[in-house]
Protein backbone atom coordinates (compact mmCIF):
# COMPACT_ATOMS: atom_id res chain seq x y z
CA UNK A 1 0.00 0.00 0.00
CA UNK A 2 0.67 3.54 -0.47
CA UNK A 3 3.20 4.93 2.34
CA UNK A 4 3.52 8.59 3.79
CA UNK A 5 6.00 9.15 6.34
CA UNK A 6 6.54 12.52 8.25
CA UNK A 7 9.74 14.09 9.95
CA UNK A 8 10.19 14.56 12.64
CA UNK A 9 8.77 12.43 14.69
CA UNK A 10 8.80 14.45 18.06
CA UNK A 11 9.99 17.53 18.68
CA UNK A 12 10.64 19.63 21.93
CA UNK A 13 11.08 23.19 21.52
CA UNK A 14 11.18 26.77 23.58
CA UNK A 15 8.16 28.80 23.88
CA UNK A 16 8.04 31.12 21.07
CA UNK A 17 10.41 29.54 18.15
CA UNK A 18 9.09 27.99 15.15
CA UNK A 19 8.71 23.99 14.30
CA UNK A 20 8.04 22.81 10.89
CA UNK A 21 6.75 19.20 10.51
CA UNK A 22 7.39 17.44 6.83
CA UNK A 23 4.88 15.00 5.16
CA UNK A 24 5.76 13.00 2.11
CA UNK A 25 4.06 10.45 0.02
CA UNK A 26 7.08 8.23 -0.94
CA UNK A 27 5.48 5.96 -3.68
CA UNK A 28 2.73 8.05 -5.14
CA UNK A 29 1.58 11.56 -5.75
CA UNK A 30 -0.70 13.55 -3.90
CA UNK A 31 -2.53 16.60 -5.04
CA UNK A 32 -3.93 16.83 -1.82
CA UNK A 33 -2.68 16.70 1.56
CA UNK A 34 -4.21 16.92 5.03
CA UNK A 35 -3.24 17.95 8.22
CA UNK A 36 -5.01 16.84 11.86
CA UNK A 37 -4.66 17.74 15.46
CA UNK A 38 -4.78 15.04 17.95
CA UNK A 39 -4.93 16.12 21.94
CA UNK A 40 -4.45 13.10 24.20
CA UNK A 41 -7.46 10.41 24.88
CA UNK A 42 -9.28 12.33 22.22
CA UNK A 43 -9.99 12.16 17.96
CA UNK A 44 -8.40 13.52 15.08
CA UNK A 45 -9.57 16.94 14.31
CA UNK A 46 -9.11 18.46 10.79
CA UNK A 47 -6.57 21.64 10.20
CA UNK A 48 -6.11 22.32 6.86
CA UNK A 49 -6.77 20.79 3.39
CA UNK A 50 -3.11 21.60 1.69
CA UNK A 51 -3.37 21.85 -2.61
CA UNK A 52 0.03 21.44 -4.65
CA UNK A 53 0.66 24.52 -6.00
CA UNK A 54 -2.19 26.85 -4.54
CA UNK A 55 -2.87 27.87 -0.71
CA UNK A 56 -4.04 25.82 1.76
CA UNK A 57 -7.66 25.69 2.85
CA UNK A 58 -8.04 26.36 6.50
CA UNK A 59 -10.72 25.25 8.97
CA UNK A 60 -12.94 27.14 10.80
CA UNK A 61 -11.17 28.89 13.98
CA UNK A 62 -7.59 27.27 12.78
CA UNK A 63 -5.21 30.69 12.40
CA UNK A 64 -3.97 30.01 8.70
CA UNK A 65 -1.31 32.94 9.97
CA UNK A 66 -0.04 30.55 13.33
CA UNK A 67 -0.36 27.28 11.06
CA UNK A 68 1.62 28.22 8.01
CA UNK A 69 1.29 24.67 5.01
CA UNK A 70 3.33 25.04 1.82
CA UNK A 71 2.78 22.33 -0.76
CA UNK A 72 5.80 22.96 -2.93
CA UNK A 73 5.53 19.70 -4.57
CA UNK A 74 3.44 16.00 -5.23
CA UNK A 75 5.18 14.21 -3.09
CA UNK A 76 5.63 17.00 -0.06
CA UNK A 77 3.93 19.02 2.57
CA UNK A 78 4.93 20.99 5.44
CA UNK A 79 3.46 22.51 8.63
CA UNK A 80 5.15 25.41 10.37
CA UNK A 81 4.01 25.72 13.66
CA UNK A 82 5.19 29.58 14.23
CA UNK A 83 6.06 31.22 17.38
CA UNK A 84 5.29 27.88 19.02
CA UNK A 85 3.43 28.19 22.89
CA UNK A 86 2.76 25.45 24.99
CA UNK A 87 -1.05 25.19 24.09
CA UNK A 88 0.41 24.25 20.38
CA UNK A 89 1.86 20.85 22.14
CA UNK A 90 -0.26 18.43 20.39
CA UNK A 91 0.15 15.16 17.77
CA UNK A 92 -0.15 16.83 14.45
CA UNK A 93 -0.70 13.68 11.60
CA UNK A 94 -0.52 14.51 8.11
CA UNK A 95 -2.51 12.50 5.07
CA UNK A 96 -2.05 12.19 1.56
CA UNK A 97 -5.40 11.55 -0.54
CA UNK A 98 -5.77 8.82 -3.03
CA UNK A 99 -7.47 9.72 -6.47
CA UNK A 100 -7.43 6.22 -7.72
CA UNK A 101 -9.29 4.71 -4.40
CA UNK A 102 -13.34 5.56 -3.24
CA UNK A 103 -13.80 9.08 -2.39
CA UNK A 104 -12.28 9.65 0.74
CA UNK A 105 -9.47 7.40 0.73
CA UNK A 106 -6.65 8.76 2.60
CA UNK A 107 -3.30 7.09 3.40
CA UNK A 108 -1.97 8.67 6.96
CA UNK A 109 1.78 9.30 8.29
CA UNK A 110 2.96 7.98 12.03
CA UNK A 111 2.69 11.58 13.46
CA UNK A 112 4.30 13.88 14.62
CA UNK A 113 4.65 14.66 18.35
CA UNK A 114 5.20 18.19 19.50
CA UNK A 115 5.72 19.55 22.75
CA UNK A 116 6.33 23.18 23.99
CA UNK A 117 8.32 24.48 26.59
CA UNK B 1 -17.55 19.97 10.98
CA UNK B 2 -18.91 18.19 13.63
CA UNK B 3 -18.07 14.63 14.55
CA UNK B 4 -19.67 11.61 15.05
CA UNK B 5 -20.23 10.01 18.28
CA UNK B 6 -18.86 6.59 18.94
CA UNK B 7 -20.02 4.57 21.82
CA UNK B 8 -18.71 3.10 24.44
CA UNK B 9 -15.56 5.48 24.92
CA UNK B 10 -13.82 2.60 26.73
CA UNK B 11 -14.07 -1.06 26.48
CA UNK B 12 -12.38 -3.72 28.74
CA UNK B 13 -12.64 -7.45 27.66
CA UNK B 14 -10.86 -10.31 28.32
CA UNK B 15 -8.74 -12.10 25.73
CA UNK B 16 -11.24 -14.53 23.11
CA UNK B 17 -13.99 -12.81 23.69
CA UNK B 18 -15.98 -10.41 21.12
CA UNK B 19 -15.70 -6.82 20.82
CA UNK B 20 -18.57 -4.45 19.36
CA UNK B 21 -17.86 -0.04 18.86
CA UNK B 22 -21.04 1.82 17.53
CA UNK B 23 -20.75 4.98 15.50
CA UNK B 24 -23.38 7.35 14.72
CA UNK B 25 -23.04 10.49 12.13
CA UNK B 26 -24.71 13.56 11.25
CA UNK B 27 -24.91 13.53 7.47
CA UNK B 28 -25.47 11.91 4.68
CA UNK B 29 -22.04 10.09 3.33
CA UNK B 30 -20.03 8.01 0.03
CA UNK B 31 -18.57 5.76 2.82
CA UNK B 32 -17.72 5.05 6.24
CA UNK B 33 -13.90 3.78 7.29
CA UNK B 34 -12.58 2.16 10.32
CA UNK B 35 -9.37 2.90 11.38
CA UNK B 36 -7.23 1.45 14.40
CA UNK B 37 -4.70 3.64 16.23
CA UNK B 38 -2.03 1.90 18.77
CA UNK B 39 -1.15 4.83 21.68
CA UNK B 40 0.77 7.75 20.41
CA UNK B 41 0.76 5.91 16.85
CA UNK B 42 -0.34 6.77 13.65
CA UNK B 43 -3.57 5.48 12.10
CA UNK B 44 -4.06 2.61 10.46
CA UNK B 45 -6.93 1.35 7.69
CA UNK B 46 -8.88 -0.93 8.24
CA UNK B 47 -12.19 -1.37 6.42
CA UNK B 48 -14.29 0.58 4.18
CA UNK B 49 -18.06 0.23 3.65
CA UNK B 50 -19.96 1.81 1.00
CA UNK B 51 -23.19 3.64 1.55
CA UNK B 52 -25.06 1.31 -0.52
CA UNK B 53 -23.42 -1.79 1.17
CA UNK B 54 -24.91 -3.02 4.70
CA UNK B 55 -22.28 -5.54 5.68
CA UNK B 56 -18.62 -6.17 5.42
CA UNK B 57 -16.05 -8.60 6.57
CA UNK B 58 -11.94 -8.78 6.64
CA UNK B 59 -10.98 -11.13 8.53
CA UNK B 60 -11.80 -11.15 11.86
CA UNK B 61 -13.51 -7.58 11.57
CA UNK B 62 -17.21 -7.28 10.78
CA UNK B 63 -18.77 -3.72 9.47
CA UNK B 64 -22.82 -3.17 9.56
CA UNK B 65 -23.82 0.33 7.79
CA UNK B 66 -27.76 1.33 8.23
CA UNK B 67 -27.75 4.11 6.51
CA UNK B 68 -31.46 5.23 7.71
CA UNK B 69 -30.29 5.44 11.29
CA UNK B 70 -26.90 7.20 10.29
CA UNK B 71 -25.03 4.41 12.76
CA UNK B 72 -22.36 1.67 11.76
CA UNK B 73 -21.04 -0.65 14.10
CA UNK B 74 -17.63 -2.75 14.44
CA UNK B 75 -17.40 -6.68 15.48
CA UNK B 76 -13.98 -7.64 16.12
CA UNK B 77 -14.33 -11.46 17.16
CA UNK B 78 -12.04 -13.59 19.41
CA UNK B 79 -10.06 -10.95 20.76
CA UNK B 80 -6.57 -10.74 21.11
CA UNK B 81 -4.25 -8.82 23.52
CA UNK B 82 -2.77 -6.97 20.28
CA UNK B 83 -6.27 -5.63 19.59
CA UNK B 84 -5.71 -3.05 22.15
CA UNK B 85 -5.80 0.56 20.86
CA UNK B 86 -8.37 3.36 19.90
CA UNK B 87 -10.83 2.87 17.24
CA UNK B 88 -12.16 5.38 15.06
CA UNK B 89 -15.04 5.86 12.57
CA UNK B 90 -14.45 8.11 9.78
CA UNK B 91 -17.00 9.28 7.39
CA UNK B 92 -16.77 10.87 3.81
CA UNK B 93 -18.92 12.83 2.08
CA UNK B 94 -18.95 14.97 -1.13
CA UNK B 95 -16.77 13.97 -3.84
CA UNK B 96 -13.61 12.72 -4.88
CA UNK B 97 -12.24 15.79 -2.46
CA UNK B 98 -14.04 15.14 0.48
CA UNK B 99 -12.50 15.69 3.73
CA UNK B 100 -13.45 12.98 6.48
CA UNK B 101 -15.04 13.38 9.73
CA UNK B 102 -13.58 11.55 12.67
CA UNK B 103 -15.86 10.18 15.53
CA UNK B 104 -14.98 10.46 19.02
CA UNK B 105 -13.36 7.08 19.06
CA UNK B 106 -13.20 3.58 21.38
CA UNK B 107 -10.42 2.64 23.44
CA UNK B 108 -10.41 -1.03 23.87
CA UNK B 109 -8.07 -2.44 26.09
CA UNK B 110 -7.70 -6.43 25.50
CA UNK B 111 -6.53 -8.09 28.83
CA UNK B 112 -4.89 -11.68 28.96
Known amino acids: GAVVSQHPSWVICKSGTSVKIECRSL??????MFWYRQFPKQSLMLMATSNEGSKATYEQGVEKDKFLINHASLTLSTLTVTSAHPEDSSFYIC?????????????FGPGTRLLVL | SQQGEEDPQALSIQEGENATMNCSYK?????LQWYRQNSGRGLVHLILIRSNEREKHSGRLRVTLDTSKKSSSLLITASRAADTASYFC????????????FGTGTRLQVTL
Open chain 1, 27 to 32: DFQATT
Open chain 2, 90 to 101: ATSSGGTASKLT
Open chain 2, 27 to 31: TSINN
Open chain 1, 95 to 107: SARDLTGPPGTQY
